[in-house]
């Protein structure tokens, strides 16, 4: 296995977890690094191997927006390909990315058993419908892949998240982003858990109390395979100690300077998700918030209702609700500095 600190980067995530901040921050050093944006999602939506049904059918809007989008024959291969080829620059590889790309939605039809992308599926046992990934493997990428990328993950509280999805799906934000209808089960938290628990699983991450159980040593590198889970609260509160832990976990070197930029610099790779990362486009670094806003489920429910109306506040809400339970999960193993 390549040593974990010279293993492309992977931050899996869920959309609206504030990870394109996050992800401005590591696109300052473009010496050392060569940060891909969310490239799993070309396979996702718009490729003959397409997990979601947001673009799906033979209808001409489906085919146009998919032919439009100038990915409809990306494949989860391609992709795979593209990193490849972008860690030959003398560059690690910084990834941020969908954990629900690399896991069948609720409404696919092997949402509860994934078979492996086509494409990377070996020829010889490949037979024309996809092969099976064992029962313990959720995503459509083979463990052997999945162990080519240092791990670690951001999450946002679904009750921040959620609205923020939801606007990016109703007039007048969809005119750009192209999502003319919010879907819930795109939260993305369920998919997040289950790559973070089969990782875990794999020891593929590895939490510290599981190493010291097995025996295993605290050396120097076995940072670098520690469980990272960052919280969006603890990262808009404590940027830089967050950001210096993170680089610390990844084997990467902490320069405060990473914390500024210049704003809509360097920002070309976000158009193919316009709508979405304007803020962070917009932005000129990454501080600590002077403001905390805490509100009750009343009052942001009343929000909702002001905002939305009460059919989609409900919406919002049992969507939030239903997530909870996996942020909750995936919190409880966040990096605290």
Known sequence: ??????????????PRSCSTAFERVFMTREKELCC???????????????LSSRYEGDH???????????????TYNSVLEEIERSGKEEKRVFIKDMACYLVPPSDHPTFDKAIL????????TYNGNGVSTPAKNPTVLPLSILKRFQFAFLIRNPRKAVPSYYRCCIPPLNEMTGFKYFMP???????LRVLFEYLLKERVIKHPSSQAANGETNGEHSVYNNVC?????????NPKG????????????????????????????????????????????????????????????????????????????????????????????????
């Open 1 to 14: 296995m390549v040593p974990s600190e010279e293993r492309p980067i992977f931050v899996a995530t869920h």
């Open 36 to 50: 891909l944006h969310e490239p799993f999602g070309d396979a996702f939506y718009y490729g003959p191997e397409r």
């Open 60 to 74: 001409n809007d489906a085919i146009d927006d998919r032919e439009n989008s100038g990915f409809h024959e990306a």
């Open 117 to 124: 992308a086509p494409s990377v599926t070996p020829s010889a």
């Open 185 to 191: 089960n795109e939260a993305g938290y369920r998919e």
């Open 229 to 237: 889970v960052i919280d969006a609260d603890d990262l808009l509160d």
């Open 242 to 337: 967050i950001i210096e832990k993170f680089c610390e976990m990844t084997g990467l070197e902490f320069d405060e300077k990473m914390l500024e930029w210049g704003a809509h610099e360097g920002c070309e790779n976000f158009d193919k998700w316009k709508g979405f990362h304007e803020d962070a486009i917009g932005s000129s670094g990454l501080r600590p918030r002077t403001k905390k806003k805490f509100r009750t489920t009343e009052e942001e429910m009343q929000e909702w209702l002001e905002k939305y109306g009460e059919e989609a506040a409900a919406v919002i809400d049992r969507t939030a609700d239903e997530n909870m339970e996996d942020y909750e999960f995936l919190r409880r193993f966040r990096v605290v500095v």
